[in-house]
């Protein structure tokens, strides 16, 4: 299928591996020009090669902290006028409720809720000024349903929804959209350290951590970052340009919810 974004171009953030890894690839594979960025430099250059040897387009690397003041005006200045924003950062540690500090929730809220609202706040009026722009936020099922082991988390991403929820009403107008894509459970590195974190504290084989969480899923299994990834193109193709403010679970079931 033709997502009708040939040429168009993307800052798709933390995107080294994993889920923002999906969406680049993904987003590669209908013909977008990418900047690319995580911290690590030697992963982001080497996933980098493979998109362009593989699908041809042009990608730019910036290896910095998206969650920083400074990484994010090295993301800015590389992104230029970009059509499509992939906001990621990865997720907040585990823990109880009572373990958090003020610290804890401001790195929490600086990586899950305020870097994706700067990149919107100094990309979208571009966007609007050409009529069209395209936002996606990977955040998590814990908007939808709370995972008790990850209340910064619940919390932090709660916020950004929050603030989307108002925004894209205010910029569907000028063409662009802005939506939310909720994760549940995948096979990414992130999955791999959750299931290592419930091994330890349950007394158990990771194996079994895996398969104990595969049967809470009603699709049996974790999602794939190629899932991920081609919903996130879809989002931001011509075809969803009707699409606005929208909560989408990718999960397998897990969240049990009418609506
Ligand atoms: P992952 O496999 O651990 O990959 C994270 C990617 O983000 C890597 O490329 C990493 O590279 C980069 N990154 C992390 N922190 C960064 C930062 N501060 N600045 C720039 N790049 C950064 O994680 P994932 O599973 O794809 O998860 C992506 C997001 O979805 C996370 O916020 C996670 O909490 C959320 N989520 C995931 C799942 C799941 O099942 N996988 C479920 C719900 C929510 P570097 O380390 O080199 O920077």
Redesign the pocket.
């Known amino acids: 299928m033709d997502l009708g974004i040939k040429g168009k171009s993307a800052l798709v953030?933390?995107?080294?591996?994993?889920?923002?890894?999906g969406c680049a690839r993904a987003l590669a594979g209908a013909g977008v020009d990418l900047v690319m960025?995580?911290?690590?430099a030697e992963?982001?250059e080497s996933a980098a090669q493979v998109i362009r040897d593989e699908f041809g387009v042009k990608v730019t690397t910036v290896a910095c902290?998206?969650?920083t003041e400074d990484?994010q005006a090295k993301l800015l200045k590389a992104a230029g006028e970009v059509d499509i924003l992939v906001n990621?950062?990865?997720?907040p540690p585990p823990g109880m409720w009572t373990d958090w500090n003020r610290d804890d929730f401001i790195k929490a809220l600086d990586?899950?809720m305020l870097a994706p609202i700067a990149l919107i706040k100094a990309l979208v009026p571009g966007m609007m000024e050409r009529g069209w722009g395209r936002v996606v936020n990977?955040t998590?099922?814990s908007v939808k349903a709370p995972i008790p082991v990850l209340g910064l988390?619940n919390s932090a991403r709660a916020g950004l929804t929050g603030y989307v929820a108002g925004t894209s009403r205010q910029v569907a107008g000028k063409g662009v959209t802005i939506n939310n894509l909720l994760?549940?459970?995948?096979a990414?590195?992130?999955?791999d350290s959750l299931d290592q974190g419930v091994a330890e504290k349950e007394g158990i084989s990771v194996d079994e951590a895996k398969t104990r969480r595969c049967a809470t899923i009603p699709a049996g299994r974790y999602g794939t970052k190629e899932e991920f990834g081609a919903t996130c193109a879809f989002l931001c193709s011509q075809f969803a340009g009707f699409i606005v403010g929208q909560n989408v679970l990718l999960d397998g079931g897990g969240v049990n919810a009418t609506l």
């Open positions: 953030c933390a995107s080294s591996k994993g889920l923002g890894l960025n995580a911290r690590g992963a982001l902290d998206v969650t990484g990621n950062a990865g997720g990586a899950n990977i998590s099922q988390s994760p549940g459970i995948h990414t590195d992130r999955a």
